[in-house]
């Protein structure tokens, strides 16, 4: 981990502060319990413990592993419905096929994202390979629940696939931390995902001893998740580890620093880093559908239900096993 690499001596560098920059303060530092999702794939539920209105426009995160399979173990979900919001799934090691009832499908690996707009609905799988179900090996990755507004969530379903090699690569000030702009923008500086909602979401690498202090909206809410490593968050440098998640209060400025001293196989601290403008509408929410009201939960029931949201096509793709 990761898939994606670059010299940071070579890449462009986000602003240092400046007198006038405005730090935010951390609000709270949560630790994700762990659980299991699909076919039984151990995730860590990120965003647990935390208030809709310090994630909004974010609904849901599961850090995905990082588990390294035996032979015949590697998991996945079987088909299910969504509707109303986006799913990004941000692989970081393995791979992961995904098909969907609209004709949509393809691999992700090597630090690419799959970026899904269920919008009215859709029905979705995502599973490994089957040579990787056959072999083992190390999986990890992230999935993403992006909100959509109320104008949008009947949007006609789309995919955006973002190889890694798309990714925006900056580094800071000092060349400490790289930066890989998944969407959204930092200091300028842009990712390749189109997103319904404005947010900017990055995977970072900060090196053992730096520090990352990047620039961020004064309009958007600020997280930080840590997929591996140890650190401390904001200026009062509250100590951060693997699994817990930072919200930080209001300003235009976010600071994290790695500890010097990190684990012999976590060599670096990774984060994610996420914001967005909140959108500020009711939010319900019933498994996979995340809409504005009850009675359009019901409907998003019955659509499914009654086939309205797509039907397996007859080729479709299926979870694997070892016989």
């Given at each position: 981990?990761?898939?994606?690499?670059?010299d940071?001596?070579?890449?462009?560098?986000?602003?240092?502060?400046?007198?006038?920059?405005?730090?935010?303060?951390?609000?709270?530092?949560?630790?994700?319990?762990?659980?299991?999702?699909?076919?039984?794939?151990p995730?860590?539920?990120?965003?647990?413990?935390?208030?809709?209105?310090?994630?909004?426009?974010?609904?849901?995160?599961?850090?995905?592993g990082?588990?390294?399979?035996?032979?015949?173990?590697?998991?996945?979900?079987?088909?299910?419905?969504?509707?109303?919001?986006?799913?990004?799934?941000?692989?970081?090691?393995?791979?992961?096929?995904h098909?969907?009832?609209t004709?949509?499908?393809?691999?992700?690996?090597n630090?690419?994202?799959?970026?899904?707009?269920?919008?009215?609905?859709?029905?979705?799988?995502?599973?490994?390979?089957a040579?990787?179900?056959?072999?083992?090996?190390?999986?990890?990755?992230?999935?993403l629940?992006?909100?959509?507004?109320?104008?949008?969530?009947?949007?006609?379903?789309?995919?955006?696939?973002?190889?890694?090699?798309?990714?925006?690569?900056?580094?800071?000030?000092?060349?400490?931390?790289?930066?890989?702009?998944?969407?959204?923008?930092?200091?300028?500086?842009?990712?390749?995902?189109?997103t319904?909602?404005?947010?900017?979401?990055?995977?970072t690498?900060?090196?053992?001893?730096?520090?990352?202090?990047?620039?961020?909206?004064?309009?958007?809410?600020?997280?930080v998740?840590?997929?591996?490593?140890?650190?401390?968050?904001?200026?009062?440098?509250r100590?951060?580890?693997?699994?817990?998640l930072?919200?930080?209060?209001?300003?235009d400025?976010?600071?994290?620093?790695a500890?010097?001293?990190?684990?012999?196989?976590?060599?670096?601290?990774?984060?994610?880093?996420?914001?967005?403008?909140p959108?500020r509408?009711?939010?319900?929410?019933?498994?996979p559908?995340?809409?504005?009201?009850?009675?359009?939960?019901?409907?998003?029931?019955?659509?499914?239900?009654?086939?309205?949201?797509?039907?397996?096509?007859?080729?479709?793709?299926m979870?694997?096993?070892v016989?």
């Amino acid at each position: 981990m990761p898939a994606v690499t670059a010299d940071t001596l070579t890449l462009p560098r986000v602003r240092a502060a400046a007198p006038e920059d405005t730090e935010r303060p951390v609000k709270s530092v949560t630790t994700g319990p762990r659980g299991f999702e699909g076919e039984g794939f151990p995730v860590v539920r990120a965003f647990a413990g935390v208030s809709t209105a310090d994630l909004d426009p974010f609904v849901h995160m599961d850090q995905m592993g990082e588990v390294d399979y035996p032979p015949g173990e590697p998991k996945g979900t079987p088909w299910h419905p969504h509707r109303g919001f986006e799913t990004v799934t941000y692989i970081i090691d393995g791979r992961f096929q995904h098909q969907d009832s609209t004709g949509g499908g393809g691999l992700i690996e090597n630090g690419a994202t799959q970026w899904m707009t269920a919008g009215a609905g859709i029905l979705h799988i995502e599973t490994p390979p089957a040579e990787l179900v056959e072999s083992g090996g190390l999986f990890h990755g992230i999935q993403l629940w992006v909100n959509l507004p109320a104008a949008d969530k009947f949007l006609a379903p789309k995919y955006q696939n973002l190889e890694g090699g798309q990714a925006g690569l900056v580094t800071t000030d000092d060349g400490g931390a790289l930066i890989r702009i998944v969407a959204g923008d930092i200091d300028g500086h842009t990712g390749p995902g189109s997103t319904h909602t404005p947010i900017t979401f990055a995977h970072t690498t900060v090196a053992p001893g730096a520090r990352m202090s990047i620039p961020w909206r004064q309009d958007f809410n600020a997280l930080v998740y840590v997929l591996s490593g140890r650190g401390t968050v904001g200026a009062e440098q509250r100590p951060i580890r693997q699994g817990q998640l930072a919200v930080f209060g209001s300003g235009d400025r976010i600071t994290v620093t790695a500890d010097s001293g990190q684990d012999s196989n976590r060599p670096a601290l990774e984060l994610l880093v996420l914001g967005g403008r909140p959108i500020r509408e009711p939010v319900v929410q019933y498994g996979p559908f995340v809409m504005n009201t009850r009675q359009q939960l019901v409907e998003a029931i019955e659509d499914y239900q009654a086939g309205r949201l797509g039907v397996i096509p007859p080729d479709a793709l299926m979870p694997h096993t070892v016989r």
